[in-house]
């Protein structure tokens, strides 16, 4: 069957259809990475998103249980050049054309992905619509009118735990405020030996300290920061009481904006890997990434706030410290999933100062005060 | 400015001649090395015996040795220069070696050389196997169970152990020369054996056997900040078992999910830190494809054949960042040259699929095991790129060049199920046709995969492949879609007139009426997210063209695509001088080439590239997509020449030597026509179009005849036939004579050898020299030790040769370079034939006459003359300097094939031996050329009837010398009634101990072994040759060989071998 992606331009790029038959409508993002489609699907991140592959192959290992980055598809839909629907790995439970119809996802393929990134790249992120209707100037119309996010402001709601989760094994108190956390990442923690909770977005700080927190992670989550601002004031107050904080992703825009920074939006997203640069050591670690907003330079309290890490592409900041307690946050994902693995040193930092917590009183983050 | 402080002169190793397992990729990364110090204002120093590379030009490096590659020459070298720094991590396995003796024997150190990159330490510790293997368990990556042992017996009892099949690979050898997996006690003790022999520290590694597991490979680079990255990753469809070289390989992996892929991206990056290599490395492992167990199964310390497949498949130039590397930079301060704004310290990201096929020399070697293993036996490879599986596969097939269609072989369609099975689990260089057969057939995928282990998402494609063929056949009428989806999958227009039953031309008018055209696709390393500046591109159907059409003039320069026997690195030498010379032109130079390992197809070389398939379709797209002013073809060799016809039938203009004259010196009758024309002698012969006609024009013309297919270039089963018998044996065995496939016929003319090379602007003639072989004629010009200038050869020959010469180029009204080959025979000067093209010898001749000579042919074809170039023409007077061209082969790579030489080519490389004097520079060329000049010592003679009075002064010569000969009946016999003292030993029917043995003793310095008459192998003499190329001890086929050698023998007692660079020759005249 037919399909087109029409972009909020009026831009066609016509194709075939996969997953369901349907409409999908989101923001259309390009993914640079060669590996990783299904947690790209299913990371919180993609939430509201038509997410373009740019390898042209997806689908040669199938779907798994285990790759899952949330329960089920966060993506409205995919667009891809070739799909492989006989997939070849020991852990492949299913293709994914029956995943996308399963998680009743639209998708279009046959796509000349390498030309619409290069659109997007030189226009923008912009909405779009994939649809199988052949009326064409109807549909042009349809996605002119698009507005963002489809006019739905609060991703983060979307994702959001709706309650609170404690995986009772691990030693170290960990809580994690969930704006849209990968799994992997939990598990990440969960392996370092931290006790987590997860909290959904909108628990106040006083239901968080009930938890007795060695350290608070703020997970990554989609859109716009501005839209979270709720979370601000239990983050000031968690690092005025000098409990060791993480932010990955969102959690390391709404630190930094906690801390007096203020984001701005890229031309067209960072998705797939990146190398970022740390400042102090010269060390280059190539990260994973899925975000449009960035930390914009020089926002934040100056006296507070240290950059520490920079994507040496475009030197736009990815990593940032609190001074004073030693709290920071990083744009990427630490623990892959998918793409490198390399800045999970970022995560076992983090474990230190919050094992050091413990041992220290409540200052365990006294190594980062020098 | 390098970073590292006081490092002005940096010595660079290339790595030799080429061979199967070291091809141009060393070419392509010692050319990078070069322009990177150049650019950073360090003085370079070049040692390579390869004279056929880009990177022994004079303005490669402000010094070029073509030396031998030994320690003592090396150790020579740095006394002379002071060179601060030694770079060696990019001449190969070869420069590794050398570096690593040096190391050890503390020259570096006394001579206050630092090794620049990748330390000692870190070598030593990847290629040590005991060493290796204690890094990797301390950094707790899985190497799969072994032992070193040192000999036959202990690599018995560790097998036992550990239970077979067991893999053997020999200490330091390349391309796993001598490995290989035993399944038995008996395959153990002869492979075990063997290894021992080829191992250069006596060493072999016994190794559990993960065959059938996937085998995936990382290339990855460390700055000295400790950074890592990775370039690529590449997946051998097939599985491990058969060595990488040998492996069709898919880049980037296919089969791997996210988790395994970097589970094994980490490996990678953990192991190039445990070792802490500089630079770049290469990391294979297998995979278990029902889990995610792995092992590490090799770690190459060094820039390798993956390295430069990797750079080619990505963009990213790895040996230009591995000098910037060893130079002091980290990844993070070089930038990346294809996007001009980001830096070098980032992952590749590809939006295409790259296939890589191994080029095999079987159709050289009719005779040769073509069953794949650990040893590699590809001589070449070529690449290429899609944007699907299918469309990069085949463009890969065809770019082999090896007359496939498709993966549908019509002989195939005859073959029996067990054949078909038999190719499949014997795993030989077909059998991807195999596979595609018995999918034709209706075999399941799942029953292929189990033979062959190959990945079910690889055969699932190539299923594909054969489905939309069998469709595309049974529809009738093709509507825009199928030919779409055709041109998507990546059909040929050959393969789609095969379907209708129409001719290629006919297909390609209605394409282009449908308006079913190519598009061309852009190599950026980062999947369209940033603004690329590269000009490099792969073809693609159905998409947006990137092709941004140039306003200023420009020209194509075909390449030659895969090396394989007979075709080499020379070629490519001279497409790379061709692209530069057009572009000092002030024109565009757009290259089309599709061999990964070239300087020509590094994206610098042109002003654009195009990796495509050399073959009409797809050079007839790029044209049109270009629209250049014309075409040169004389420089990618038969390749090249060959597509001149069709595209000028096309109306392409090609430039230089018109497509009527260079027919005209091609076409055999038009040939004879022009030499009875000129007067000009040539061997009489004439066509034979039967069995009976055979064998009247050969008694009309007496025996020995050199016979030949008429349609098959380059020497390919062409033989000398003494008798009658003979002859029919040739035309019932090798060539089937028929009206269509006419045999040539020709008196063989047993002489002297001489070959010249002009350039000519259709008015003057320039012949920069004349090169005089050692071996007579009936030895391939290619495996003959050439020597410029001539040395025997009388001022009247030279005149009738230069006459000759000067008369056919301007017959021919050639416009560009000419190859002529002549044999004298007393007075008598034959013409052989007449190359309208570049040869082998233009590399040679051009660096030690000095004249440019592509350059000049070049600059010709755009218009200018030779006059208006500053040269007035005629025959340059000889420099005052020998330079005599040894060839190369690669023998003990490939079993049985025949190691003695005749008129079909059979050397893979070659080296040079540059001296003031000729017995200086027959010295180097012997050494260079791998042979170890005994002292004293024994050898062995097995000489023919025929022979035997030539032989005679020679092995009195030798045993003069002291030399003990050993000799077998006939000859032994024969040398103790001269009165040359003589051991006998016996032949192999005569039981041991006998002649096989004695090889195998290894006591045996060389042997010399002339050939009975005709090529009916005598058992004997080809189990001897066999022993000696096996155990790898020179085996002398031709009297002026050992001659020659004898020579060398001679002057090694009295002179100890000095060096000069090229420069140094090149300035006292």
Redesign the interface.
């Given at each position: 069957m037919k399909a087109y992606l029409c972009l909020q331009d009026g831009k066609i790029f016509a194709g075939k259809a996969i997953g369901i038959v349907g409409e999908a409508v989101g923001e259309v993002v390009?993914y640079?990475?060669?590996?990783?489609y299904?947690?790209i699907i299913t990371d919180p991140c993609s939430e509201g998103q038509i997410i373009v592959f740019?390898?042209?192959?997806i689908g040669?290992?199938g779907v798994?249980s285990?790759?899952e980055e949330s329960s089920g598809a966060r993506a409205k839909g995919i667009v891809i050049?070739?799909l492989?629907s006989?997939?070849?790995?020991?852990?492949a439970k299913e293709n994914l054309h029956k995943y996308l119809v399963s998680q009743g996802l639209v998708g279009i393929t046959d796509i000349?992905?390498?030309?619409l990134?290069?659109h997007l790249?030189r226009h923008g992120t912009m909405m779009g619509l994939i649809s199988m209707e052949d009326n064409l100037t109807e549909l042009v119309k349809k996605a002119k009118e698009l507005s963002v996010n489809n006019g739905e402001q609060q991703l983060v709601k979307k994702v959001t735990t709706k309650e609170t989760v404690t995986f009772p094994e691990g030693q170290y108190p960990v809580v994690v405020i969930d704006l849209g956390t990968k799994k992997s990442l939990l598990r990440a923690l969960r392996a370092r030996d931290c006790r987590v909770t997860l909290v959904g977005a909108a628990t106040g700080a006083e239901e968080i300290l009930n938890y007795q927190p060695q350290g608070v992670v703020l997970s990554n989550g989609p859109g716009n920061p501005e839209d979270v601002e709720d979370v601000l004031p239990v983050i000031k107050k968690i690092l005025q009481l000098n409990i060791p904080v993480l932010g990955i992703g969102l959690g390391h825009l709404l630190l930094g904006k906690a801390l007096g920074g203020t984001v701005y939006r890229l031309q067209?997203g960072h998705r797939?890997?990146?190398?970022v640069?740390e400042i102090k050591t010269?060390?280059?670690y190539?990260t994973s990434q899925n975000h449009d907003y960035v930390l914009r330079d020089d926002s934040f309290f100056a006296d507070e706030v240290e950059i520490t890490l920079r994507n040496?592409?475009d030197q736009s900041v990815e990593g940032i410290r609190h001074k004073m307690t030693g709290s920071y946050s990083v744009q990427f994902n630490p623990e892959?999933?998918?793409?490198?693995?390399?800045a999970e040193v970022f995560l076992d930092e983090f474990v230190e100062m919050v094992k050091g917590n413990q041992l220290g009183g409540g200052k365990g983050c006294l190594k980062y005060q020098d | 400015m390098p970073k590292i402080s006081g490092l002005k002169k940096v010595l660079v190793i290339g790595s030799g001649p080429i061979v199967i397992g070291q091809a141009a990729e060393f070419d392509y990364a010692g050319t990078q090395a070069c322009q990177a110090l150049k650019e950073e204002g360090v003085e370079v120093v070049l040692l390579n015996s390869n004279p056929a590379t880009i990177m022994t030009d004079t303005h490669m490096a402000s010094r070029v040795y073509l030396e031998p590659l030994t320690p003592e020459v090396v150790a020579e070298i740095i006394k002379k220069e002071k060179p601060q720094g030694l770079l060696a991590t990019l001449g190969g396995q070869v420069g590794l070696n050398l570096a690593m003796v040096l190391a050890r024997e503390g020259i570096l150190e006394q001579e206050g050389v630092k090794l620049l990159g990748t330390s000692l330490e870190a070598i030593e510790k990847a290629e040590d196997r005991e060493r290796f293997k204690e890094t990797m368990n301390e950094i707790g990556e899985p190497v799969p169970e072994s032992a070193i042992v040192s000999s036959v017996e202990e690599a018995l009892h560790f097998a036992e152990e550990i239970a077979y099949p067991v893999i053997v690979r020999p200490g330091y050898t390349l391309g796993g020369t001598g490995g290989g997996v035993a399944t038995n006690q008996a395959e153990l003790e002869e492979i075990a054996s063997k290894g021992l022999k080829y191992s250069m520290n006596k060493q072999l590694l016994i190794e559990r056997s993960v065959a059938g597991w996937k085998e995936i490979e990382f290339e990855v680079m460390r700055d000295g900040?400790?950074?890592?990255?990775t370039i690529c990753s590449m997946e051998n469809i097939d599985p491990v078992g058969i060595h990488t070289g040998d492996s069709i390989v898919v880049a980037?992996?296919?089969?791997?999910?996210?988790?395994d892929?970097?589970m094994l991206?980490?490996g990678a990056?953990k192991i190039i830190r445990a070792l802490g290599i500089e630079g770049g490395c290469n990391v294979q492992y297998a995979l278990d494809?029902?889990?995610s167990q792995y092992y590490v199964i090799e770690v190459n310390p060094r820039v390798s054949r993956s390295s430069a497949l990797a750079s080619k498949a990505t963009g990213y130039p790895i040996a230009k960042v591995t000098t910037k590397i060893a130079l002091g930079y980290?990844?993070?301060e070089i930038p990346n040259s294809v996007t001009g704004n980001?830096?070098a310290?980032?992952?590749p990201?590809?939006?295409?699929?790259v296939v890589k096929v191994p080029r095999w020399p079987f159709d050289k070697f009719a005779t040769a095991g073509r069953t794949l293993g650990s040893q590699m036996k590809a001589t070449g490879e070529v690449m290429a790129l899609g944007?699907?599986?299918s469309s990069a596969l085949l463009k890969a097939i065809h770019s082999l060049e090896m007359n496939f269609v498709s993966l549908i072989v019509p002989e195939f369609e005859r073959f029996s199920w067990s054949e078909l099975w038999q190719k499949l689990e014997a795993a030989d260089d077909e059998r991807i046709f195999a596979i595609a057969e018995c999918i034709r057939r209706g075999v399941s995928i799942e029953q292929i995969h189990q033979i062959t282990g190959i990945?079910?998402?690889f055969l699932?494609n190539i299923a594909e492949i054969i489905n939309l063929g069998l469709h595309l056949t049974q529809k009738k009428e093709w509507e825009l879609d199928d030919w779409i989806l055709a041109k998507k999958g990546g059909f040929s227009d050959f393969e789609l007139a095969h379907f209708k039953g129409v001719t290629e031309e006919e297909i390609r008018q209605e394409r282009k009426r449908l308006g079913v055209l190519p598009v061309y696709?852009m190599v950026d390393t980062?999947?369209?997210?940033?603004e690329a500046a590269t000009p490099y591109y792969y073809s693609s159907y159905?998409?947006?063209n990137e092709f941004q059409p140039s306003t200023k003039a420009r020209v194509v320069v075909l390449g030659s695509g895969p090396i394989r026997i007979g075709q080499g690195i020379e070629f490519d030498y001279c497409s790379v001088h061709s692209s530069w010379a057009i572009k000092e032109n002030d024109y565009e130079s757009i290259v089309i080439n599709n061999n990964p390992e070239t300087v020509s197809t590094d994206p610098d070389t042109s002003s654009r590239l195009y990796f495509e398939p050399l073959i009409l379709e797809n050079v007839l797209d790029v044209i049109e997509a270009e629209k250049p002013l014309g075409v040169v073809v004389q420089f990618g060799g038969q390749t090249a020449i060959n597509l001149a016809k069709p595209l000028a039938e096309r109306g392409i203009a090609i430039l230089g030597t018109s497509v009527d004259d260079i027919d005209r010196a091609e076409d055999r009758e038009k040939f004879d026509a022009l030499l009875e024309e000129l007067q000009i002698n040539r061997p009489r012969g004439s066509m034979a179009y039967s069995h009976h006609e055979a064998k009247r024009i050969a008694q009309s013309l007496g025996f020995p005849v050199l016979v030949r297919p008429s349609y098959v270039l380059g020497g390919r089963a062409m033989e000398i036939v003494y008798s009658e018998e003979e002859l029919t044996n040739y035309l019932e065995e090798a060539v089937r004579v028929s009206r269509e496939h006419p045999v040539l016929v020709d008196r063989y003319v047993l002489g002297k050898e001489v070959e010249v090379d002009a350039i000519c602007d259709g008015e003057r003639v320039l012949i920069p020299g004349i090169m005089e072989h050692l071996e007579r004629a009936g030895v391939h010009s290619g495996d003959s030790i050439a020597i410029y200038p001539p040395q025997t050869l009388e001022q009247k020959t030279i005149d009738t040769v230069l006459d000759y010469t000067e008369r056919i180029a301007l017959k021919l009204q050639v416009k560009g370079l000419l190859n002529i080959q002549f044999v004298l025979q007393g007075e008598k000067v034959y013409v052989i034939e007449v190359n309208p093209r570049a040869s082998r010898t233009v590399p040679i001749l051009s660096k030690v006459t000095g004249v440019p000579m592509v350059k000049l042919a070049t600059t010709i074809m755009l218009g200018k003359s030779l006059e208006e170039q500053g040269y007035a023409g005629g025959y340059l007077p000889p420099k005052n300097l020998t330079a005599i061209k040894m060839p190369v082969f690669s023998f003990n790579k490939l079993t049985n094939v025949e190691p003695s030489l005749g008129p079909e080519m059979k050397s893979t490389g070659e080296v040079l031996g540059l001296a003031d004097d000729f017995s200086m520079a027959l010295s180097k060329a012997f050494i260079a050329g791998g042979y170890k000049i005994p002292q004293q010592g024994e050898i062995l003679a097995t000489i023919a009837d025929k022979d035997k009075e030539e032989a005679l002064p020679l092995l009195r010569s030798f045993a003069e010398l002291g030399f003990t000969i050993w000799a077998t009946g006939g000859t032994a016999a024969f040398l103790e009634q001269k009165g040359v003292p003589v051991r006998k030993v016996g032949k192999l029917h005569e039981g041991s101990p006998h002649v096989v043995d004695l090889i195998r003793s290894g006591s045996l310095g060389f042997v010399i072994n002339s050939l009975t008459k005709g090529k009916q192998p005598m058992r004997d003499g080809f189990q001897i040759r066999r022993a000696a190329v096996e155990f790898n001890i020179p085996c002398l086929t031709s009297l002026d060989t050992v001659g020659g050698l004898l020579s060398v023998i001679r002057q090694s007692k009295e002179r100890e071998l000095t060096v000069k660079p090229l420069q140094d020759y090149l300035q006292s005249l």
């Amino acid at each position: 069957m037919k399909a087109y992606l029409c972009l909020q331009d009026g831009k066609i790029f016509a194709g075939k259809a996969i997953g369901i038959v349907g409409e999908a409508v989101g923001e259309v993002v390009y993914y640079t990475g060669m590996t990783g489609y299904q947690e790209i699907i299913t990371d919180p991140c993609s939430e509201g998103q038509i997410i373009v592959f740019t390898y042209p192959l997806i689908g040669n290992c199938g779907v798994n249980s285990v790759d899952e980055e949330s329960s089920g598809a966060r993506a409205k839909g995919i667009v891809i050049k070739e799909l492989s629907s006989n997939p070849s790995n020991y852990r492949a439970k299913e293709n994914l054309h029956k995943y996308l119809v399963s998680q009743g996802l639209v998708g279009i393929t046959d796509i000349d992905t390498r030309a619409l990134t290069k659109h997007l790249r030189r226009h923008g992120t912009m909405m779009g619509l994939i649809s199988m209707e052949d009326n064409l100037t109807e549909l042009v119309k349809k996605a002119k009118e698009l507005s963002v996010n489809n006019g739905e402001q609060q991703l983060v709601k979307k994702v959001t735990t709706k309650e609170t989760v404690t995986f009772p094994e691990g030693q170290y108190p960990v809580v994690v405020i969930d704006l849209g956390t990968k799994k992997s990442l939990l598990r990440a923690l969960r392996a370092r030996d931290c006790r987590v909770t997860l909290v959904g977005a909108a628990t106040g700080a006083e239901e968080i300290l009930n938890y007795q927190p060695q350290g608070v992670v703020l997970s990554n989550g989609p859109g716009n920061p501005e839209d979270v601002e709720d979370v601000l004031p239990v983050i000031k107050k968690i690092l005025q009481l000098n409990i060791p904080v993480l932010g990955i992703g969102l959690g390391h825009l709404l630190l930094g904006k906690a801390l007096g920074g203020t984001v701005y939006r890229l031309q067209s997203g960072h998705r797939g890997n990146y190398p970022v640069k740390e400042i102090k050591t010269g060390r280059v670690y190539q990260t994973s990434q899925n975000h449009d907003y960035v930390l914009r330079d020089d926002s934040f309290f100056a006296d507070e706030v240290e950059i520490t890490l920079r994507n040496l592409h475009d030197q736009s900041v990815e990593g940032i410290r609190h001074k004073m307690t030693g709290s920071y946050s990083v744009q990427f994902n630490p623990e892959g999933c998918p793409g490198p693995r390399e800045a999970e040193v970022f995560l076992d930092e983090f474990v230190e100062m919050v094992k050091g917590n413990q041992l220290g009183g409540g200052k365990g983050c006294l190594k980062y005060q020098d | 400015m390098p970073k590292i402080s006081g490092l002005k002169k940096v010595l660079v190793i290339g790595s030799g001649p080429i061979v199967i397992g070291q091809a141009a990729e060393f070419d392509y990364a010692g050319t990078q090395a070069c322009q990177a110090l150049k650019e950073e204002g360090v003085e370079v120093v070049l040692l390579n015996s390869n004279p056929a590379t880009i990177m022994t030009d004079t303005h490669m490096a402000s010094r070029v040795y073509l030396e031998p590659l030994t320690p003592e020459v090396v150790a020579e070298i740095i006394k002379k220069e002071k060179p601060q720094g030694l770079l060696a991590t990019l001449g190969g396995q070869v420069g590794l070696n050398l570096a690593m003796v040096l190391a050890r024997e503390g020259i570096l150190e006394q001579e206050g050389v630092k090794l620049l990159g990748t330390s000692l330490e870190a070598i030593e510790k990847a290629e040590d196997r005991e060493r290796f293997k204690e890094t990797m368990n301390e950094i707790g990556e899985p190497v799969p169970e072994s032992a070193i042992v040192s000999s036959v017996e202990e690599a018995l009892h560790f097998a036992e152990e550990i239970a077979y099949p067991v893999i053997v690979r020999p200490g330091y050898t390349l391309g796993g020369t001598g490995g290989g997996v035993a399944t038995n006690q008996a395959e153990l003790e002869e492979i075990a054996s063997k290894g021992l022999k080829y191992s250069m520290n006596k060493q072999l590694l016994i190794e559990r056997s993960v065959a059938g597991w996937k085998e995936i490979e990382f290339e990855v680079m460390r700055d000295g900040q400790d950074n890592c990255i990775t370039i690529c990753s590449m997946e051998n469809i097939d599985p491990v078992g058969i060595h990488t070289g040998d492996s069709i390989v898919v880049a980037p992996t296919q089969t791997l999910s996210d988790q395994d892929y970097q589970m094994l991206r980490s490996g990678a990056l953990k192991i190039i830190r445990a070792l802490g290599i500089e630079g770049g490395c290469n990391v294979q492992y297998a995979l278990d494809p029902q889990s995610s167990q792995y092992y590490v199964i090799e770690v190459n310390p060094r820039v390798s054949r993956s390295s430069a497949l990797a750079s080619k498949a990505t963009g990213y130039p790895i040996a230009k960042v591995t000098t910037k590397i060893a130079l002091g930079y980290t990844l993070a301060e070089i930038p990346n040259s294809v996007t001009g704004n980001t830096s070098a310290c980032f992952e590749p990201t590809l939006d295409y699929v790259v296939v890589k096929v191994p080029r095999w020399p079987f159709d050289k070697f009719a005779t040769a095991g073509r069953t794949l293993g650990s040893q590699m036996k590809a001589t070449g490879e070529v690449m290429a790129l899609g944007r699907t599986f299918s469309s990069a596969l085949l463009k890969a097939i065809h770019s082999l060049e090896m007359n496939f269609v498709s993966l549908i072989v019509p002989e195939f369609e005859r073959f029996s199920w067990s054949e078909l099975w038999q190719k499949l689990e014997a795993a030989d260089d077909e059998r991807i046709f195999a596979i595609a057969e018995c999918i034709r057939r209706g075999v399941s995928i799942e029953q292929i995969h189990q033979i062959t282990g190959i990945d079910l998402f690889f055969l699932d494609n190539i299923a594909e492949i054969i489905n939309l063929g069998l469709h595309l056949t049974q529809k009738k009428e093709w509507e825009l879609d199928d030919w779409i989806l055709a041109k998507k999958g990546g059909f040929s227009d050959f393969e789609l007139a095969h379907f209708k039953g129409v001719t290629e031309e006919e297909i390609r008018q209605e394409r282009k009426r449908l308006g079913v055209l190519p598009v061309y696709r852009m190599v950026d390393t980062c999947a369209g997210e940033f603004e690329a500046a590269t000009p490099y591109y792969y073809s693609s159907y159905g998409e947006e063209n990137e092709f941004q059409p140039s306003t200023k003039a420009r020209v194509v320069v075909l390449g030659s695509g895969p090396i394989r026997i007979g075709q080499g690195i020379e070629f490519d030498y001279c497409s790379v001088h061709s692209s530069w010379a057009i572009k000092e032109n002030d024109y565009e130079s757009i290259v089309i080439n599709n061999n990964p390992e070239t300087v020509s197809t590094d994206p610098d070389t042109s002003s654009r590239l195009y990796f495509e398939p050399l073959i009409l379709e797809n050079v007839l797209d790029v044209i049109e997509a270009e629209k250049p002013l014309g075409v040169v073809v004389q420089f990618g060799g038969q390749t090249a020449i060959n597509l001149a016809k069709p595209l000028a039938e096309r109306g392409i203009a090609i430039l230089g030597t018109s497509v009527d004259d260079i027919d005209r010196a091609e076409d055999r009758e038009k040939f004879d026509a022009l030499l009875e024309e000129l007067q000009i002698n040539r061997p009489r012969g004439s066509m034979a179009y039967s069995h009976h006609e055979a064998k009247r024009i050969a008694q009309s013309l007496g025996f020995p005849v050199l016979v030949r297919p008429s349609y098959v270039l380059g020497g390919r089963a062409m033989e000398i036939v003494y008798s009658e018998e003979e002859l029919t044996n040739y035309l019932e065995e090798a060539v089937r004579v028929s009206r269509e496939h006419p045999v040539l016929v020709d008196r063989y003319v047993l002489g002297k050898e001489v070959e010249v090379d002009a350039i000519c602007d259709g008015e003057r003639v320039l012949i920069p020299g004349i090169m005089e072989h050692l071996e007579r004629a009936g030895v391939h010009s290619g495996d003959s030790i050439a020597i410029y200038p001539p040395q025997t050869l009388e001022q009247k020959t030279i005149d009738t040769v230069l006459d000759y010469t000067e008369r056919i180029a301007l017959k021919l009204q050639v416009k560009g370079l000419l190859n002529i080959q002549f044999v004298l025979q007393g007075e008598k000067v034959y013409v052989i034939e007449v190359n309208p093209r570049a040869s082998r010898t233009v590399p040679i001749l051009s660096k030690v006459t000095g004249v440019p000579m592509v350059k000049l042919a070049t600059t010709i074809m755009l218009g200018k003359s030779l006059e208006e170039q500053g040269y007035a023409g005629g025959y340059l007077p000889p420099k005052n300097l020998t330079a005599i061209k040894m060839p190369v082969f690669s023998f003990n790579k490939l079993t049985n094939v025949e190691p003695s030489l005749g008129p079909e080519m059979k050397s893979t490389g070659e080296v040079l031996g540059l001296a003031d004097d000729f017995s200086m520079a027959l010295s180097k060329a012997f050494i260079a050329g791998g042979y170890k000049i005994p002292q004293q010592g024994e050898i062995l003679a097995t000489i023919a009837d025929k022979d035997k009075e030539e032989a005679l002064p020679l092995l009195r010569s030798f045993a003069e010398l002291g030399f003990t000969i050993w000799a077998t009946g006939g000859t032994a016999a024969f040398l103790e009634q001269k009165g040359v003292p003589v051991r006998k030993v016996g032949k192999l029917h005569e039981g041991s101990p006998h002649v096989v043995d004695l090889i195998r003793s290894g006591s045996l310095g060389f042997v010399i072994n002339s050939l009975t008459k005709g090529k009916q192998p005598m058992r004997d003499g080809f189990q001897i040759r066999r022993a000696a190329v096996e155990f790898n001890i020179p085996c002398l086929t031709s009297l002026d060989t050992v001659g020659g050698l004898l020579s060398v023998i001679r002057q090694s007692k009295e002179r100890e071998l000095t060096v000069k660079p090229l420069q140094d020759y090149l300035q006292s005249l």
